[in-house]
């Protein structure tokens, strides 16, 4: 089998005296579409934010790539990683919020091209003519001189995930996506989300509330709950036949 493209092995995870994860492990194949479901609280967003380097962890490993995450291997041996270390891992992934995180006083496409331009080293044009094409695809390219303020939850999103896609990361996590939108806004934004599915091999976590999402554009989905996983299988078996009563419970609150 190829080596995972994200690898998390015993990892846990405390606030404080809190400890919201222990020893989990999972992992995700290249080209993957993976849901995680549970009731809130139950860590998550978390686990996103682990993999954005957005929170550290307190044992544990994770590979992302083939790559330690938090860790650095130096002289042959494992040490926590450096700021140049996270730098480069972060490039892999891109993160969608359910707040859409949009800069309010630029532009749609100077939201989309401004990254590269600072971390990537394009310049204007070459960053903007990506922009462009990327705007295009999540249908926003006829608002690329609007400011986010001037655009619907829906169209905000689709900017989102333009803005997170232009760093041309490995992996896409989203979290909670739809959950700020009105629910006649939701369907564009899950509809990027395929297309993105059908167009690129992009590995993608997500994090939702859409059970009916999750069960026709998963490829396989994890439940969790006490920071721990409950049930994990293909969304048929989860969704028609779950074995776990806590599953079964949660799922029986939310359909
Ligand atoms: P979910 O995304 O599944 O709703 P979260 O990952 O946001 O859950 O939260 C999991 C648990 O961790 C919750 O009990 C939450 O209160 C706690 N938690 C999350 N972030 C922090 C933090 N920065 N400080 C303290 N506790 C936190």
């Keep these: 089998m190829d080596t995972p493209i994200i690898n998390i092995d015993n990892v846990s995870k405390s606030f404080g005296a809190l400890e919201v994860l222990k020893d989990l492990s999972f992992s995700v194949?290249?080209?993957?579409k993976l849901a995680l479901i549970s009731p809130s609280g139950s860590v998550k967003t978390t686990i996103l934010r682990i993999l954005m380097t957005l929170e550290t962890i307190n044992s544990g490993m994770i590979h992302i790539d083939g790559e330690p995450l938090w860790h650095m291997a130096r002289n042959g041996e494992i040490v926590a990683a450096d700021e140049a270390h996270l730098h480069k891992m972060r490039a892999?992934?891109?993160?969608?919020?359910?707040?859409?995180?949009?800069?309010?006083?630029?532009?749609?496409?100077e939201n989309v091209a401004l990254a590269p331009i600072l971390t990537k080293g394009l310049s204007k044009p070459?960053?903007?003519?990506?922009a462009m094409e990327l705007l295009e695809m999540v249908g926003m390219s006829d608002k690329a001189e609007q400011k986010p303020a001037q655009l619907s939850g829906g169209q905000k999103q689709r900017v989102a995930i333009a803005r997170a896609l232009a760093l041309q990361p490995k992996i896409m996590l989203f979290d909670e996506v739809t959950s700020a939108l009105d629910p006649e806004l939701v369907e564009e934004v899950l509809n990027?989300?395929?297309?993105?599915?059908?167009?690129?091999?992009?590995?993608?976590v997500l994090v939702t509330h859409e059970m009916s999402f999750a069960r026709d554009f998963a490829d396989r989905v994890l439940f969790f709950d006490g920071g721990r996983i409950v049930e994990s299988g293909p969304p048929e078996q989860i969704f028609s036949d779950?074995?776990?009563e806590r599953t079964q419970a949660f799922l029986r609150k939310v359909i």
């Design 126 to 130: 070459e960053a903007s003519i990506k």
């Design 192 to 204: 990027v989300m395929r297309k993105l599915a059908e167009e690129t091999d992009m590995t993608m």
């Design 92 to 109: 892999k992934i891109g993160m969608v919020f359910q707040l859409f995180n949009l800069f309010p006083h630029k532009t749609v496409l």
């Design 29 to 32: 194949a290249s080209g993957e």
């Design 242 to 244: 779950p074995k776990e």
